[in-house]
T-cell receptor, first 113, second 113 residues
């Protein structure tokens, strides 16, 4: 069964550094998403992406964050100048159409020191 | 943000019996609802969904019921199996924001032999 893959599984970064989280969505999907889950809290929406542009973003997704689809297969989340509170599990998801179920990867655990 | 609530943090059920998980929502714009299952160190796995034009959707052992007037949905798992032990998340999206899933806090289900 097709799946969303995320790399790395765990990223440790010094505060203030830039980090790029990578995702390979399901190949025929057109809609892409990032979510995060801070330890002990709910899964939170960050951003949705379609047709090479952001469709919607949450208030969490400020200028520190950016997304990109650099080629036909990858979808990346970049966090500039990381902060301690960026430590969380980051999940990538994709869907075939906007109103179809989103399928999630296994996440990247980001630890900011 | 308490738009989607799962008020039971945990549920213990005997193997072979029915598991009933509940979810309440407050946003009347929500029209699409999903249930996800999550094992430790994995991403959420899509189980079943329902749109607001229906009040029931069934897929194998899983049935989701939607009561729009009460803003309540439930997931029934019959019969429960040991492999069903996981955290179950309710999620919802609306016509004004279809790609943005709002998640509940999750219910930890333990199926005992």
């Amino acid at each position: 069964e097709p799946e969303v893959t995320q790399t790395p599984s765990h990223q440790v970064t010094q505060m203030g550094q830039e980090v790029i989280l990578r995702c390979v969505p399901i190949s025929n999907h057109l809609y892409f998403y990032w979510y995060r889950q801070i330890l002990g809290q709910k899964v939170e929406f960050l951003v949705s992406f379609y047709n090479n542009e952001i469709s919607e973003k949450s208030e969490i997704f400020d200028d520190q964050f950016s997304v990109e689809r650099p080629d036909g297969s990858n979808f990346t989340l970049k966090i500039r100048s990381t902060k301690l509170e960026d430590s969380a599990m980051y999940f990538c998801a994709s869907s075939g159409r906007g109103n179809q179920p989103q399928h999630f990867g296994d996440g990247t655990r980001l630890s900011i020191l | 943000d308490q738009q989607v609530k799962q008020n039971s943090p945990s549920l213990s059920v005997q193997e072979g019996r029915i598991s009933i998980l509940n979810c309440d929502y407050t946003n009347s714009m929500f029209d699409y609802f999903l249930w996800y299952k999550k094992y430790p160190a994995e991403g959420p796995t899509f189980l079943i969904s329902i749109s607001s034009i229906k009040d029931k959707n069934e897929d194998g052992r899983f049935t989701v019921f939607l009561n729009k007037s009460a803003k309540h949905l439930s997931l029934h798992i019959v019969p429960s199996q040991p492999g069903d032990s996981a955290v179950y998340f309710c999620a919802a999206s609306g016509t004004d924001s279809w790609g943005k899933l709002q998640f509940g806090a999750g219910t930890q289900v333990v199926v005992t032999p």
